[in-house]
């Protein structure tokens, strides 16, 4: 696998590292200097530095307005980050009733923990993207989702080209 494509995302790799936990107010277990070190088979010899490619790339399917589905798919990202720290680039497609996560204004219930746990996770350099499709069915535009989160046209084809560049992909 090549190592020297560039990590993207709104927070390197190695300020993932230095980080000590997920926001207490998530809910989500916390990340400990400890279980960081450990992260990745080798631990700390797993550490990816800006400009190089982690071992590990997966992205999550997030189509449903079910509570407890929500919160299984946020705690299986929050799995995979304390797994492999910042040898991990994991990406969440959102679309039909799942798109409300990422709405500012959503037009379903979505719990405050939810809303943390994407917010906390963002700040982990976890991606989270927007279906244009389904946007535009609900009469949304760019500008109705959360400022960090990435317009794709539709979310179908975010799988598919995700998988084709590599990521494993995730439906629970």
């Known amino acids: 696998m090549s190592r020297g494509r560039k990590v993207t995302g709104s927070v390197s790799g190695a300020r993932r590292k230095v980080l000590g936990g997920l926001a207490a107010a998530s809910g989500l277990a916390a990340l400990g200097p400890q279980q960081v ?11 990816i530095f800006p400009g190089q490619r982690p071992h590990h790339l997966v992205v999550f399917q997030f189509n449903k307005a079910d509570p407890s589905y929500q919160q299984h798919v946020m705690a299986s990202v929050s799995a995979v980050l304390r797994r492999f720290g910042n040898d991990v680039r994991i990406v969440v497609t959102a ?26 996770l963002n700040v982990y350099g976890v991606e989270f993207h927007a279906c244009g499709n389904t946007l535009k069915a609900l009469k949304l535009t760019k500008s109705a989702i959360l400022p960090f989160a990435k317009y794709v046209d539709s979310g179908a ?14 439906s629970l």
């Open 157 to 170: 084809v975010d799988l598919m080209e995700l998988q084709k560049r590599g990521y494993a992909y995730i």
């Open 37 to 47: 070190a450990l992260a990745g088979s080798g631990g700390a010899n797993d550490l």
């Open 95 to 120: 679309f039909g009733p799942g798109i409300h996560i990422l709405l500012k204004k959503p037009l379903r219930p979505v719990s405050k923990f939810i809303r943390n746990s994407v917010s906390s």
